[in-house]
């Protein structure tokens, strides 16, 4: 039998929206401990925790009170999780039935690891595959040496030189224009990525032309808080160079100096994200010795 739903308006109360989304990021949490992946990015979670509930609709699934799924319908972008516990019980067809019912005629929507439900429920809903993005992995151990390089200089980021923030945006404007989320990143979605917990200056390594001090690319790593002391895994977060400057062996260089500051940091594995069709960036992670562990697919309608 499927969880009662109930609509939260996104004008409703501030406790009663307060409460919604601690009962989201508990189904999302749930989610992640049992299928190694949450439903919510990191766009999302700083959407939520920034903006609330403005610009979206959200349906909350409960039995006996209890958070057991919820459907987030932001714009175009549709977020559906269900907890493992509470699944093949019809809960997942009524939260989705309840949000494209909401949506427009284009329709977008994640499947983490590629979940057989979320194929099936795509599938009812005239949703089909558009997209894969690729989740690989290495041990931080037995790196390559970066190579040499006399022309290009590694640092890291200031966060106090304006300079250094107006050439991140630009590369990464640059860089993933055509990417759909990453390319979109502004002042303030940079603002609001260095506030959160896990940043590290340190962590983010700027390539620097050694002759004209030109910023001509960049390695952004991460390390969630929980395992930044002698935990387990560090993250490839972006790595972006200029179009100018391809073809200079920079994406290999600032990659490799990036492994190398997170082994140092104690972290045991290093995972990336890039997307499937990305065939120049996936060859230079297998080249380092990284290995595909899990697909997610986003679907679409319209």
């Known amino acids: 039998m499927p969880a009662a739903l109930r609509a939260i308006a996104p004008d409703a109360a501030e406790a009663e929206v307060a409460a919604a989304l601690t009962a989201v990021r508990a189904v999302d949490e749930a989610c992640h401990a049992g299928d190694g992946a949450g439903v919510l990015d990191e766009a ?5 925790a920034h903006d609330g509930l403005a610009g979206a609709r959200l349906w909350l699934a409960t039995d006996a009170e209890e958070p057991v799924g919820f459907a987030l319908l932001t714009g ?3 977020d559906l999780a269900v907890a493992p516990t509470a699944r093949r019980a019809g809960t997942g067809t009524a939260l989705a039935a309840a949000a494209v019912a909401e949506a427009g005629p284009r329709l977008l929507a994640w499947s983490h690891v590629d979940h057989p439900g979320a194929a099936s429920l795509a599938r009812q809903h005239d949703l089909h595959a558009v997209r894969e993005l690729l989740v690989m992995a290495r041990p931080a151990t037995d790196l390559p040496a970066p190579p040499e ?12 030189a304006p300079g250094d923030a107006a050439d991140l945006l630009r590369i990464n404007a640059a860089a993933f224009a055509h990417h759909p989320e990453q390319g979109a990143m502004d002042a303030d979605d940079l603002a609001r990525r260095t506030a959160q917990d896990w940043f590290d200056p340190a962590g983010l390594l700027l390539a620097v032309d050694a002759a004209t001090g030109a910023t001509l690319g960049f390695h952004w790593t991460k390390i969630e808080p929980a395992v930044a002391d002698g935990g387990t895994t560090g993250e490839v977060y972006v790595v972006g160079v200029a179009p100018e400057a391809q073809g200079r062996g920079l994406g290999k260089l600032l990659t490799l100096a990036g492994l190398h500051h997170l082994a140092d940091r ?3 594995e290093i995972e990336l994200y890039v997307e499937g069709d990305n065939h120049p960036a996936r060859a230079v992670y297998a080249g380092l010795g990284f290995e595909v562990v899990a697909t997610h697919v986003q679907y679409a309608r319209g």
């Open 44 to 48: 999302a979670h700083l959407r939520l």
């Open 266 to 268: 104690g972290v045991t």
């Open 149 to 160: 390089r006399d022309d290009v200089r590694v640092r890291a980021y200031d966060p106090a």
């Open 76 to 78: 175009e972008s549709l």
